[in-house]
């Protein structure tokens, strides 16, 4: 269970004065900001741009909470259970609020935006506006709630508070802010979270350290951790349930992660992976729960079970499994975060100094140091147990997938021994998004099919096997293919000497019709004749008039063109220019004199007149039919 590389910490950790009883220390999530103090001297520690500032601030030592505003120019600070002071750090004054609700004690409060707050007390929320200018605080709006505790995410402005006395009463609330002016809060359905059976003389609780919110994949979910009490044999392991939280519908169970051990525990999200942290063993589990693997594959079975959940639907959430609570098991064996060395000494891993915070942020309060969780992409390519299609779904649910998935491909393909039928199910995969495709087919030709391409210890008929198998796949997903694909297989065939074998794949329908191939087909016609026909051929497939009358033309076969149009009525739109220019350049008077004649005959029918007009600009051909043929 030793470091594997997979999970580790970031390589330069924000670092601060450790927690003492004189130096207390405060993190907002928010503006990701570390606040240490020091008497009256705060320090304040950004973790997003690695910059710190000092400030004074009068009866520091008496300070419960401290955050700034989302845009730094308000300074919200808690001194004791019945206000919050404003310090305007531009203008150097400072105004305060009370809780409108006098005997409710202020557990918590937030910034919702740059100019609004809400407050968190035992008995309320209460939303206000702050005018930092004229340094006043403007009620909104308050909801009486008997409150145990709070969570609340800023990236979503959401706010969950717990009610009851086994608090598993829970209470949403969303604050929409609109690109100009207030925000606006709304409350969402409240909700009952099932809590294990109580063991004798015990009372089951939901606790806020049970409770965190996330996201995966741009969705919000709240994370509920119930572990087993005494005396409960019926649970004998911990479980993480997920609620997915949205403002137009009800809040809704829709997974389980099943942990498998009891003890305490600390979750993290990266990379829309679910990390469980546990303390006892040191290690951590991983879940993805947009992903599973295929039902033989013993090391990864996921989903564990489906229970129906009688008439529920969850819209747009991407479990696939509406309706249903899914079961996951964690992807991977339970491994360690990997060592970590910070100024030349090891830090203690899994610490119970360690406090977590979400997304991915770790912050050891006893080594004074905050870290970033990071998961290597690579790395989990190589931990992965399963079939290749599966490993690329996985992958392609990480934020920098791409170079892992090149290199994968790569790999199996140079071992010639992944079968084409699963390369082809790897392609479908990164070609079935409707939206956008995931990688495009330059990147592929250039991370994954050039570089295979000048392997000599490749054989010939395996590159093209496989470059046909990516060209079945874009075909299917009804993606126009690339001409250079085709290109690849040309040169190929003729560095072979075997271009026959490109009028099999085309007249088997190995490669579908199209205008690039059919113009590659007709440029073939020295090299190989039969390629001609074959490109005219698709081209009448493809309904291309104007294609095939081109073709013929290049090839100096004007009566034939001339022929074609005719046949499919065409004639009156030809361009008489181009048609004598091919015919002069051929060198044969009787077809340029028959091609004349039939322009001429043409202007008859169309102009009651054979001359032509300046403006079909044949002048050069008139002077030189009267030169051959002694006509004035």
């Known amino acids: 269970m030793s470091g594997s590389g997979l999970l580790y910490l970031s390589d330069n950790p924000v670092k601060f004065p450790p927690v003492t009883r004189t130096t207390p220390v405060f993190y907002d999530e928010t503006n990701q900001e570390i606040f240490a103090m020091a008497g ?14 000092t400030l004074t601030i009068d009866n520091a030592v008496n300070i419960i909470s401290i955050k700034y505003s989302i845009d730094h120019r308000i300074l919200a600070v808690q001194r004791n259970n019945q206000s919050v002071d404003f310090l305007n750090i531009q203008e150097n004054t400072e105004f305060s609020q009370s809780c409108r609700r006098g005997s409710g004690n202020i557990i918590g409060f937030n910034w919702t935006c740059q100019n609004e707050i809400v407050f968190i007390n035992h008995q309320a929320i209460e939303f206000y506006q702050i005018n930092a200018k004229q340094g006043k605080v403007r009620h909104i709006k308050s909801y009486s709630i008997n409150v145990n505790w709070f969570v609340y995410s800023p990236q979503f402005c959401v706010l969950v508070v717990s009610s009851t006395l086994s608090g598993n009463i829970l209470h949403p609330f969303y604050f929409k802010t609109p690109q100009h002016g207030s925000s606006n809060i709304h409350r969402l359905p409240k909700f009952q979270v099932e809590l294990p059976p109580a063991g004798p003389n015990q009372r089951s609780q939901l606790l806020e350290r049970q409770v965190s919110i996330i996201t995966l994949h741009g969705k919000l979910f709240l994370a509920i951790t119930k572990s087993p009490q005494l005396g409960q044999e019926s649970y004998k392991t911990t479980e993480i349930c997920l609620y ?23 979750l993290n999200c990266v990379d829309n992976m679910i990390v469980v942290h546990h303390q006892n063993s040191k290690s951590s589990m991983l879940f993805d729960v947009c992903w599973s693997a295929s039902s033989n594959e013993s090391n990864n079975v996921l989903p564990l079970s489906t229970t129906r959940t009688p008439a529920l639907k969850i819209p747009n959430f991407n479990l696939k499994t509406e309706g249903q609570i899914v079961t996951f098991r964690p992807i991977l064996q339970p491994m360690s975060i990997t060592p970590h060395i910070h100024e030349g000494k090891p830090c203690e891993l899994y610490s119970s100094t360690w406090v ?5 942020i770790i912050i050891d309060a006893k080594q004074g140091l905050l870290w970033e969780l990071k998961l290597s992409v690579s790395k989990l390519s190589m931990h992965m147990v399963c079939s290749k299609p599966s490993l690329i779904k996985l992958l392609l649910h990480r934020r920098n997938y791409k170079n892992t998935i090149f290199s994968t491909l790569r790999s199996l393909i140079l071992t010639q021994s992944t079968p084409l039928s699963v390369l082809g199910d790897i392609f479908d995969i990164l070609n079935s998004v409707i939206d956008d495709v995931l990688i495009n087919q330059d990147e592929m030709l250039e991370e994954v099919f050039n570089p295979l391409l000048s392997k000599e210890e490749l054989p010939p008929s395996y590159k093209i096997s496989v470059i046909v198998e990516y060209i079945r796949s874009l075909t299917l997903h009804k993606l126009r293919v690339s001409y250079y694909y085709y290109e690849i297989i040309v040169q190929i065939l003729i560095r072979c000497n075997q271009l026959f074998k490109l009028h099999q794949l085309v007249q088997f329908k190995v490669l579908g019709d199209s205008a690039p191939l059919a113009c590659l087909l007709l440029s073939l016609d020295k090299t190989y004749e039969p390629a001609f026909m074959l490109g005219v051929d698709m081209l009448k497939r493809l309904n291309d008039t104007g294609g095939i009358i081109e073709a013929l033309l290049r090839k100096r076969d004007v ?13 009156d739109t030809l361009d008489c220019a181009k048609f004598l220019q091919s015919a002069a350049d051929s060198g044969d008077n009787v077809l340029f004199f028959s091609t004349y004649k039939f322009f001429a005959a043409r202007n008859e029918r169309l102009r009651k007149n054979p001359e032509f007009l300046p403006e079909d600009g044949v002048e050069e051909f008139v002077s030189l039919y009267k030169s051959l043929f002694n006509e004035l």
Do not use: M, S, W
Not at 247 to 262: F, H, M, P, R, Y
Not at 562 to 570: S, T
């Open 559 to 571: 009566t034939a063109a001339i022929q074609y149009a005719c046949a499919q009525n065409k004639e």
């Open 40 to 53: 009256d001297l705060v320090t304040i520690y950004n973790a997003k741009d690695r910059t710190e500032h």
């Open 244 to 266: 997915v939280l949205a403002t137009e519908q009800v809040v809704n169970k829709v997974a389980t992660l099943q942990l498998g051990i009891t003890g305490r525990f600390a």
């Open 356 to 360: 977590v915070f979400q997304p991915g």
